[in-house]
């Protein structure tokens, strides 16, 4: 078995990462489907040899907090029973594949994703060839519909979208929807061989430069798209294709096929996922800190508000972002979740405006490494906070304690 790695590295469960709670052991649930009795012997398992905790990662995976390293063995064997281990480290990294949550139950979607995205899946894990590519490299495969994956990023992507000739996916390189280099189009059914070319091309140029790097973005700055275009195989059509129009996402509360509950922070505890696993067949994860329940019944709605479940969209804790912080993690030096609630309650008129927040407990931005519209970045115990800017970035104001900070962005103008 694999030790723990370092910070840096994507953990795993052969690959668990070690935070100052324990070891991170991140679970990676075939197309986010997960069977409510697997649900329940993890929260067991996340009782039983870790601190209870649970987060939520925006690669729709689940990490189990505060695991202790002499037991880590039995937990992996418990996981391998219920086929969430992969046969190595090497094609456990690999296997980053995103689709939609909402496959199968949204009449709104253009194709549906799960059986193309579990192709690629178990194509990631059989093709050694593969396994050389960079532990982060990620694919999506969006169908598209009210749960598409528009804003989450990917360095191949699979957008489905509707052509006269038929439904195909836009292949795209190294970013969002909107960002992404179009490569062209390609069928369902050729995803598989379409994603394995593009990744076989990105690790033939990236070994062809001084510094390879290691995401797609970073190769076409290099190299642009064209010489990724000529190694990939069952591509038609042209290079340049707009991305598709996507509706307004709106995956919370009761809709037709489910019943989306976020959590704060993507945090939850054991009790909180086996109440979940309570009142459904299944649950799928999603990139959103949410978790989907399909068919769960009338009842389920106030079962999940006593878990801790977040329902309304508008909610002022879903506008704040917030990594683990201190206890969690060695670089944190202040408890940035309760920071986050703190912010979450006394800054609603700001919140309700639409403004974002991201806590982070240090300048590395693990919960949110973009700009927020209001960036608290930990130091020394207390925080520096910057306006539309990235975490670390020069404070507009510096060295507040967790209180001042707290009463510093309620007390901002939405118009800042
Ligand atoms: S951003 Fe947060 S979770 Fe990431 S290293 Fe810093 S303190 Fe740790």
């Given at each position: 078995m694999t030790g723990p790695m370092r910070k840096g590295y994507c953990p795993g469960v052969l690959a668990p990462m070690a935070a100052r709670d324990g070891l991170l052991v991140r679970i990676r649930v075939p197309g986010g489907r997960l069977p409510s009795a697997s649900a329940r012997r993890i929260a067991e398992l996340g009782r039983r040899h870790g601190n209870g905790l649970i987060d939520l990662s925006q690669r729709a995976n689940l990490q189990l907090r505060g695991v202790r390293p002499e037991e880590l063995e039995a937990l992996t064997e418990e996981l391998r029973a219920l086929g969430l281990v992969s046969d190595d480290a090497a094609s456990e990294a690999v296997r980053n594949v995103l689709t939609n949550p909402t496959a199968g139950l949204d009449r709104r979607a253009v194709l549906e994703a799960l059986p193309h995205a579990l192709a690629l899946d178990a194509r990631l894990a059989s093709d050694k060839a593969l396994h050389a590519l960079p532990a982060k490299f990620a694919m999506i495969v969006d169908g598209g519909g009210g749960g598409h994956l528009a804003d989450s990023a990917a360095d191949i992507r699979f957008d489905a979208v509707a052509l006269p000739r038929g439904s195909l996916y836009r292949v795209a390189l190294g970013g969002d929807l909107a960002s992404a280099k179009g490569l062209g189009f390609c069928a369902p059914?050729?995803?598989?061989?379409?994603?394995?070319?593009?990744?076989?091309?990105?690790?033939?140029?990236?070994?062809?430069?001084?510094?390879?790097?290691?995401?797609?973005?970073?190769?076409?700055?290099?190299?642009?798209?064209?010489?990724?275009?000529?190694?990939?195989?069952?591509?038609?059509?042209?290079?340049?294709?707009?991305?598709?129009?996507?509706?307004?996402?709106?995956?919370?509360?009761?809709?037709?096929?489910?019943?989306?509950?976020?959590?704060?922070?993507?945090?939850?505890?054991?009790?909180?996922?086996?109440?979940?696993?309570?009142?459904?067949?299944?649950?799928?994860?999603?990139?959103?800190?949410?978790?989907?329940?399909?068919?769960?019944?009338?009842?389920?709605?106030?079962?999940?508000?006593?878990?801790?479940?977040?329902?309304?969209?508008?909610?002022?804790?879903?506008?704040?972002?917030?990594?683990?912080?201190?206890?969690?993690?060695?670089?944190?030096?202040?408890?940035?979740?309760?920071?986050?609630?703190?912010?979450?309650?006394?800054?609603?008129?700001?919140?309700?405006?639409?403004?974002?927040?991201?806590?982070?407990?240090?300048?590395?931005?693990?919960?949110?490494?973009?700009?927020?519209?209001?960036?608290?970045?930990?130091?020394?115990?207390?925080?520096?906070?910057?306006?539309?800017?990235?975490?670390?970035?020069?404070?507009?104001?510096?060295?507040?304690s967790p209180e001042e900070a707290v009463r510093t962005v309620a007390a901002l103008s939405s118009e800042f």
């Open positions: 059914n050729d995803l598989p061989d379409a994603a394995a070319s593009i990744a076989a091309a990105f690790l033939e140029l990236r070994a062809t430069l001084p510094d390879p790097p290691r995401r797609m973005a970073a190769l076409l700055r290099a190299t642009g798209a064209e010489p990724v275009r000529e190694r990939a195989s069952a591509l038609t059509g042209p290079l340049e294709s707009p991305a598709p129009e996507r509706p307004a996402r709106a995956v919370l509360g009761r809709k037709p096929g489910w019943l989306g509950v976020a959590f704060a922070f993507g945090r939850l505890d054991c009790d909180a996922l086996e109440g979940m696993a309570a009142l459904a067949g299944e649950l799928r994860l999603t990139p959103w800190r949410a978790l989907l329940l399909p068919g769960a019944g009338a009842a389920a709605t106030a079962a999940v508000e006593g878990l801790g479940g977040i329902l309304d969209e508008n909610d002022p804790r879903l506008a704040v972002a917030a990594c683990s912080g201190a206890p969690g993690c060695e670089a944190g030096t202040t408890d940035t979740h309760a920071d986050a609630r703190a912010i979450a309650d006394a800054a609603r008129a700001l919140l309700a405006a639409g403004r974002t927040v991201h806590v982070s407990g240090c300048a590395k931005g693990c919960a949110h490494p973009a700009r927020a519209d209001v960036t608290l970045t930990g130091r020394d115990g207390g925080y520096d906070i910057a306006l539309n800017a990235l975490p670390g970035a020069p404070p507009t104001y510096a060295g507040l």
